[in-house]
């Protein structure tokens, strides 16, 4: 039996892409490899998002090829959005490469591999468009061993930030049916799964121009509406929306649906209205500032974490001071910061006045700082209190005998006493101790 190793880069899509592929392959007889060193195929999941992750697929799989010196048999691939966009120039740059199959082309990698073991390897390039695709993501690989899962509900994005290759590469907007997503997440709880996250790149437009707007709902607040209706499952996360679509039915929506979890990851990237517009973003940093302060008003505790990008082209001083007072306004209990990262063929890529390295670097830095301090203030307030926290299993790495970690409905991250077979329950955990971004505490 041939054993696979799948590496992820990227976001959570790409783990959901990468189960999706593990499945794929389970099904056809291959199995799972534990480490690189055992496996007779390598892929590597990639992302484009920002030059580095490029950069680092790139060199891992330079380092892969060397293995072929010793192992002429063992086939590598690169898959997901860097093999989208660089297509064959990646069987050209790396010869040994056996494989590049784009994000819309992911179901036909067990007919490839199938295909190299039976009549040889040639190398393949398999990045073409394929309608339908998003409905072709839908098994997870051994979901029993889970208390969550990603549900990927669309593919693509229709938007056009200035800044952002992922368009390019996962293509248009196409959203799966109601129905196919539900029977996934009965599915899913059927195996022990408690948790769900729906995955899109733009989950506030799921089902736009397809679905039809019902009783003022749109498609995507039908659709928490019912998965919130499954029983046995316990909770509903979604990620990312735009604040373009996240409208008064979706903030009605928290408090009102008991699964739907008090957290929203809202991606804001700048403070400064001159860069929002410069980025294509289709809103003022007003309007995020009302649609956060209704939110608050309906759940006053509930937990906003954001995207931001420092070093867009043409941010001054003024406009980096305004995305920090905006952090400041918000308080966020976690901002992913990103510096930015020319992305060749977006309308950002063109603009004449980058901004120098050394400067995206000490905004980066400094924002950094800030950004941590508002996270320990957030987590610290959480000392002395209780906390439901939905057991996740033992941790992978640093394994501590005896520790469990879990999150709480806020997606904090909690360190507790216990054993192994609790996974998949609620427990109320007494928080004792607070660092930025983890939590911990003993059974209440
Ligand atoms: N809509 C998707 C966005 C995917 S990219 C989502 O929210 O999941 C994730 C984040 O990466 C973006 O929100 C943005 O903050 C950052 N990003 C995208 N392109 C970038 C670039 N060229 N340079 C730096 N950061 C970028
Ligand atoms: Fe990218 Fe903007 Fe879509 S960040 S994924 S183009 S909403």
Request: overall charge positive; proline content about 5%.
């Amino acid at each position: 039996m041939k054993k696979v190793f799948i590496k992820t880069y990227g976001c959570q899509m790409n783990e959901r892409d990468s189960d999706a592929v593990a499945a794929m392959l389970l099904d056809r007889g291959y199995s799972l490899a534990k480490s690189e060193r055992d496996a007779d195929v390598i892929l590597l999941n990639t992302c484009s998002v920002r030059d580095l992750a490029e950069q680092k697929a790139i060199g891992k799989m330079g380092l892969l090829t060397r293995k072929k010196h010793r192992r002429s048999d063992l086939v590598l691939g690169f898959m997901g959005c860097m093999a989208q966009r660089l297509g064959p120039k990646l069987l050209d740059r790396l010869p040994k490469v056996d494989l590049v199959i784009g994000t819309q082309k992911l179901h036909r990698i067990p007919d490839h591999l199938d295909q190299f073991f039976n009549n040889g390897h040639h190398p393949i390039s398999d990045i073409a468009e394929e309608a339908g695709s998003q409905d072709t993501i839908r098994d997870h690989a051994a979901p029993a061993a889970r208390a969550t899962a990603f549900v990927s509900i669309m593919q693509g994005c229709d938007m056009q930030c200035s800044f952002c290759i992922v368009p390019t590469t996962r293509g248009a907007e196409r959203s799966r049916s109601i129905e196919d997503i539900l029977a996934e997440v009965r599915a899913l709880v059927t195996c022990g799964v408690k948790e769900v996250t729906l995955l899109g790149q733009i989950v506030t437009s799921y089902g736009r121009g397809v679905i039809p707007i019902r009783d003022g709902k749109s498609p995507f607040v039908q659709l928490l509406e019912a998965v919130n209706t499954v029983p046995g499952l316990e909770r509903i996360r979604f990620f990312s929306p735009h604040p373009q679509g996240f409208r008064d039915d979706l903030i009605e929506c928290f408090g009102r649906l008991e699964k739907l979890c008090e957290h929203v990851h809202l991606p804001v990237q700048s403070g400064s209205d001159r860069l929002l517009k410069a980025m294509c973003r289709t809103y003022t940093v007003d309007k995020y500032r009302r649609i956060v302060a209704k939110l608050r008003a309906r759940v006053p505790d509930i937990a906003l974490s954001t995207d931001i990008i420092v070093g867009f082209p043409g941010e001054t001083d003024a406009d980096f001071a305004a995305s920090v007072h905006l952090c400041e306004e918000m308080q966020y209990d976690n901002v992913f910061l990103f510096k930015y990262s020319n992305r060749s063929g977006t309308p950002a890529a063109a603009m004449l006045d980058q901004v120098p390295q050394e400067e995206i670097v000490r905004r980066h830095h400094q924002l950094w700082k800030l950004t941590e301090t508002h996270a320990a203030r957030c987590n610290a307030r959480l000392i002395g209190h209780p906390a439901q926290v939905l057991i996740e299993g033992e941790p992978e790495s640093k394994k501590v005998e005896g520790r469990l970690f879990g999150r709480t409905r806020c997606n904090r991250l909690v360190y507790f006493p216990g054993t192994g077979h609790q996974r998949g329950q609620l427990l109320d955990v007494h928080i004792s101790r607070a660092k930025s971004h983890t939590l911990y505490g003993e059974p209440a």
